[in-house]
């Protein structure tokens, strides 16, 4: 399974937009990227994943670089409740959680 | 909503003890795992399973058995509690993988202590 690496924490601007980059330069062709999230105490939530193409959903927009190795989740308006550790995966044979990051939202 | 039901969000139990987590997901899903969450070592897997009866390991299964008799149910077992099992457990489940399709949905977590 190709590796992730995300900065380990990163603050935001309440109502501001926050970029989450994630690095997986080994991604294979066929690898799908996934974020996820996970708020203290809570289980880890699903946001969104993508292939090639960009993506957008209700929760968060995902870019994903032409070649692949690289991607960046972004929350449009960032609130306090989007405060918590998100997770960028790459899924080859199984979901693999690394560190993740510590985005926490500021008033 | 679509939810994973873990019975117990907080667990004390002593060394040697037998432990039981349950899991039950309400969403006709066919794969379920189970991950323990340390902290600075993330989400690491235990076991999953892809059908009733079928079982496969994960990356740290030692210690470990698992249960699948019926398909919303998956079921974690501590045959003899360590201090060193002592961890956040987290259920997840999701359909049978199709192109992109692997959108893991957790329960909220059971928290173990084993004194």
């Known amino acids: 399974d190709a590796k992730t690496t995300q900065p380990p924490s990163m603050d935001c601007a309440e109502g501001r937009a926050a970029n989450l980059p994630c690095n997986h330069s080994?991604?294979?062709?066929?690898?799908?990227v996934y974020w996820y999230r996970q708020i203290h105490s809570q289980g880890p939530q699903y946001i969104i994943h993508?292939?090639?193409n960009n993506e957008t959903n209700e929760m968060a927009s995902l870019i994903i670089t032409e070649d692949r190795k690289s991607s960046t989740l972004i929350l449009p308006h960032a609130t306090l409740r989007d405060t918590a550790v998100y997770y960028c995966?790459?899924?080859?044979?199984?979901?693999?959680f690394g560190a993740g990051t510590i985005l926490r939202v500021k008033s | 909503d679509v939810k994973v039901t873990q019975s117990s969000r907080y667990l004390v139990k002593r060394t040697g003890e037998k432990v039981f987590l349950e899991c039950v997901q309400d969403?006709?899903?066919?794969?379920m795992f189970w991950y323990r969450q340390d902290p600075g070592l993330g989400l690491r897997l235990i076991y999953f399973?892809?059908?009733?009866?079928?079982?496969e390991k994960g990356d740290i299964p030692e210690g470990y058995s698992v249960s699948r008799e019926k398909k919303e149910r998956f079921s974690l077992i501590l045959e003899s509690a360590s201090t060193n099992q002592t961890s956040m457990y987290l259920c997840?489940?999701?359909?049978?993988?199709?192109?992109?399709?692997?959108?893991?949905?957790f329960g909220a977590g059971s928290r173990l202590t084993v004194l």
């Open positions: 969403m006709d899903h066919e794969n």
């Open positions: 997840a489940s999701t359909h049978r993988r199709a192109a992109g399709a692997n959108v893991l949905t």
């Open positions: 080994t991604i294979s062709g066929n690898e799908y």
């Open positions: 993508g292939l090639k």
């Open positions: 995966i790459v899924y080859g044979n199984k979901l693999v």
């Open positions: 399973s892809y059908d009733v009866k079928m079982k």
